[in-house]
């Protein structure tokens, strides 16, 4: 069943083509049941037996010590600047190709942030241009394997080595059930954060995820997500009261929601294939025109399993990329772009340890563009896309 973003009913209209969204949150499964059921239930605030379950498949999947389900990836990244306790004497390595809320998260906590620029193939953190900007007030260091598709995790760990106070944080929102050499992505910084906003994968509307993948986290995580207090020991019988014990925040994410995502998760294997195969699709149409037209399309290295998130094309320039996207908009196709670089952004001035350049970052968000692309996008769908895509920049 699809729910269209736009309020409009699927199939209205006349004669004129239907406008295809960037993107259609559907259901996947039994998430209307599980809604029901968690309500009938009666547990509906945050570690009812859905959160259970569907912890229980991240944490199986990625091989976490820990999952705590969270009100969104910007709650987890929160979660990770206070679990290092960072703040004004710390400085944070993030991508200027990148959300806000990965650097708002260490930033708000007092950090410097440090923007770091990506390298051409996977847009991910660059690691020489990483090398350059590392020194002993870095404490952690947060790549975003972006569209999916692992960033370079290996030269990243190789830089960070030298730097022992920095920790790694994935910021996972784009890459969840995505591989690097065959291991889960999100398994290979001491946390990973998950996304599960409307956009993602797999949604339940507003949601994320944070993964500890160190013991020594697990029990000061649940004191900040349990509002500061120790909640989770009261509620294992360890103490009789739970008390204020450390900072924290009100981080869980509601039963109702974790019942909507759990029905989410459990046809991830049918989700995946989906997304897969429409990738494929646009892929398939558009390589044998890449070279002829300019453009190029996204490059996932043979050590790596996309998450299959989004699908996106590089454009010669940023004017032949606005001219296609103001066409194909006229054209009943809402395609889009991407990040607006971090580093020049006023708050990102403001915030900022100093002044760096992040040239390939300026280029890409200029050149970038993103094709709709969702879970039950179809072939008819796919082929006006392309059809779409290829006359816009043609004419
Ligand atoms: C890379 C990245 N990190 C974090 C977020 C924030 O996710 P959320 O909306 O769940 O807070 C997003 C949102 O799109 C994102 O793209």
Redesign the pocket.
């Known amino acids: 069943m699809s729910v269209g973003t736009d309020g409009a009913p699927a199939g209205a209209g006349g004669a004129a083509p239907q406008r295809i969204p960037f993107n259609r949150p559907t259901l996947q499964g039994r998430e209307l049941e599980y809604v029901r059921s968690a309500v009938e239930h009666g547990h509906t605030s945050a570690e009812g037996p859905f959160s259970t379950k569907a912890a229980g498949i991240l944490r199986e999947e990625s091989g976490a010590r820990d999952v705590l389900l969270t ?7 929160e979660m990770t600047a206070l679990l290092l306790d960072v703040g004004p004497d710390d400085t944070v390595v993030v991508p200027s190709f ?5 650097a708002l998260a260490y930033a708000r906590q007092g950090a410097r942030i440090l923007f770091c620029d990506i390298e051409e193939q996977t847009l991910g953190v660059d690691p020489d241009r990483l090398a350059d900007l590392m020194d002993d007030t870095v404490r952690a260091v947060v790549p ?1 394997h ?1 569209a999916g598709v692992a960033c370079d995790i290996e030269g990243i760990r190789a830089v960070l080595e030298r730097w022992p106070r920095a920790e790694l944080v994935e ?4 890459g969840l059930f995505g591989r690097y050499r065959g291991r889960p992505l999100g398994s290979f910084g001491r946390f990973a ?5 409307e ?2 994968n797999f949604t339940c509307g ?3 995820a944070l993964l500890l993948n160190d013991d020594a986290d697990v029990a000061r995580a649940h004191v900040l997500y349990h509002k500061g207090t120790n909640r989770r020991e009261f509620l294992l019988g360890q103490v009789d009261k739970y008390t204020w014990q450390d900072t924290g925040s009100s981080f869980g994410l509601s039963d109702i929601l974790a019942a909507y995502l759990y029905a989410q998760l459990e046809e991830r294997d049918q989700v995946l294939a989906k997304r897969r195969a429409a990738f494929e699709r646009y892929s398939r149409a558009l390589a044998p025109e890449a070279d002829r037209l300019g453009y190029r399309l996204p490059c996932v290295p043979e050590d790596r399993e996309p998450g299959y998130h989004m699908f996106y094309v590089l454009l010669p320039d940023r004017a032949t990329r606005d001219r296609v996207l103001a066409e194909m908009h006229r054209g009943g196709v809402h395609a889009t772009f991407h ?1 607006v670089p971090l580093h020049s952004a006023p708050a990102g001035r403001r915030f900022s340890a100093r002044e760096v350049a992040c040239p390939v970052s300026d280029a890409v968000s200029g050149r970038l563009l993103r094709l709709p692309y969702y879970t039950d996008i179809g072939e008819a769908e796919t082929d006006r896309v392309v059809e779409c895509f290829l006359s816009a920049l043609s004419a």
């Open positions: 009100t969104s990836c910007t709650a987890a990244l990148g959300f806000v809320t990965t975003i972006y910021d996972n929102a784009h954060t998950l996304s599960f906003h956009t993602k507003e949601g994320g990040y």
